[in-house]
């Protein structure tokens, strides 16, 4: 008979004081902070005495990734360590005066982002010719308080109180340029004039913005003609252009197999492109049947209980005592097969607008330009999910109004500096930043502490970008003046 072993057998190994941490993050955040000059520009946002705020900030945002779920009132935990506050540069009092660098932080965001913007220009010639603008929300969990609002949530928490948040990306680089936070009952309409007043100054005569349908206004169109900015948007279809459609249907230009479109010359030397795209038609057109098979199938659920004696509900939920509301069943098209009555029910469903929409611009642009600039437009799609997936940028239970723009700043900075990697090395363009922090969460510091001896520091697992970054690490700080970055 087999015998079998009732205890574990194993090593322990002899606990010690060593510490082992991630530098990859730090490493790069170091390496952006001293090229852009960003380091300077912080220390100077408060005197001498204490911490640095370049110190804590670069601390926090290479630890924004390893800040999950952790809210503004509990930064303190990734500062705990006295080997990993060295490693920062800073003191013991680095846990309670990092709350108050937060706060500094959300006071000066848009000084801050101005200055990058002005060092991207400056500096690194980039041209922001062309910019896409986008807004999104950060719901909290905690009471409405200050700009923490209920409205209209893309995270698809309604019942949840927010902020609404704006970001502006330059096409050629790909690097972010503007961060607006608003209340959470700000509608995109209202805050597209402080989204574009931060970008004004960096944009060149001939600048295009490209933002979508939600942004626009007749009030905001006016404001770019008046600035002499070129825009492309997005419009929903109107009775106006179904009558157009009816009336030019031989007339499409067709572009290629998939899209072809119809212009409109409209006033104000404004273009109004109707695009028909047969793969999107096709696939709405999918999406009626698989709802009227769904409805098929419910259909002869409902009519199965009915031959069987069992009584279907006959009443309609209703709140108001003073209202009676009765429902009865009918089977219109129980005199057609299967197949025939779901022809017949997405006929029904067809308005008409199947696969098409609407662009349009103030520039004489032709269909195939304008349909590239608002196809780009997912860059800065991309770059949400990059904040909401690859960094976590929620302060989950935070009310201060300059904590919460401090710590969606800290969010922006960790995006900033993985696009400055992107932006300097083209074989990292198309990287997301989940795979990007990936990559350097694996070089890492082992600080090796015995009684007696002094520290050593061991480092390991030198990635590739660790190897492109370690000309950079120099500790000198480049970028521009303070005085010269707006």
Not at 180 to 208: C, K, Y
Not at 431 to 451: P, Y
Request: hydrophobic letters at 35%; a positive charge.
């Amino acid at each position: 008979m087999a015998r079998y072993r009732n205890k574990i057998h194993t090593s322990i190994p002899e606990p010690n004081d060593n510490v082992t941490m991630t530098m990859g993050n730090k490493t790069v955040v170091d390496a952006v902070f001293a090229d852009t000059g960003l380091d300077v520009f912080l220390d100077g946002l408060k005197r001498s005495q204490g911490n640095s705020v370049a110190a804590e900030t670069a601390a926090l945002v290479a630890n924004s990734v390893e800040m999950t779920g952790i809210s503004v009132n509990r930064i303190d935990r990734i500062l705990e360590e006295d080997v990993i506050r060295a490693e920062y540069g800073l003191d013991a009092n680095a846990p309670r005066s990092v709350y108050r660098t937060v706060e500094r932080l959300g006071e000066n965001s848009d000084a801050i982002v101005k200055y990058l913007g002005g060092v991207l220009k400056k500096k690194y010639g980039v041209k922001m010719d062309t910019v896409f603008m986008d807004w999104t929300s950060l719901f909290f969990e905690a009471p409405q308080q200050g700009i923490v609002r209920v409205g209209y949530s893309r995270d698809h928490r309604p019942d949840r109180p927010q902020v609404t948040i704006g970001l502006s990306m330059d096409r050629e680089s790909g690097m972010p340029v503007g961060l607006t936070v608003n209340a959470g009952n700000i509608l995109d309409v209202t805050h597209f004039e402080d989204t574009f007043g931060q970008i004004r100054h960096l944009l060149p005569e001939d600048a295009m913005i490209v933002f979508d349908n939600g942004a626009y206004s007749r009030k905001n169109s006016a404001l770019l003609d008046k600035e002499g900015v070129g825009f492309v948007t997005r419009l929903q279809l109107n009775t106006s252009d179904d009558k157009f459609v009816d009336k030019h249907k031989g007339d499409w230009v067709r572009i290629d197999d998939i899209l072809s479109y119809q212009l409109i010359e409209g006033n104000l030397k404004r273009r109004r492109y109707i695009f028909r795209n047969e793969k999107l038609r096709a696939d709405v057109m999918e999406r009626y049947r698989r709802k009227a098979e769904r409805d098929w199938e419910e259909m002869e659920i409902i009519r199965k209980n009915i031959d069987i004696g069992k009584k279907p509900r006959k009443k309609y939920r209703n709140s108001n005592c003073f209202v009676d509301t009765k429902l009865s069943y009918m089977f219109p098209l129980d005199c057609f097969s299967k197949e025939e009555a779901i022809d017949h029910a997405i006929e029904r469903m067809i308005t008409g607008r199947e696969g098409l929409f609407v662009l349009l611009t103030n520039r004489p642009l032709t269909a195939e330009k304008v349909i590239e600039l608002y196809r780009a437009r997912n860059q800065v799609e991309s770059a949400f999910r990059d904040l909401k997936h690859g960094i976590d940028w929620r302060p989950a239970r935070c009310t201060n109004e300059m904590a919460i723009k401090g710590r969606i700043l800290i969010s922006f900075l960790a995006l900033f500096c993985i696009s400055m990697v992107r932006f300097l090395h083209p074989e990292y363009r198309n990287r997301t930043a989940e795979s990007i922090c990936e990559e350097l969460g694996s070089f890492s510091l082992t600080v090796l502490v015995r009684e007696g001896e002094p520290k050593r520091r061991i480092f390991s697992n030198f990635v590739p970008l660790i190897r492109l970054l370690r000309a950079k690490i120099k500790g000198k700080s480049g970028g521009i003046p303070r005085n010269q970055a707006s």
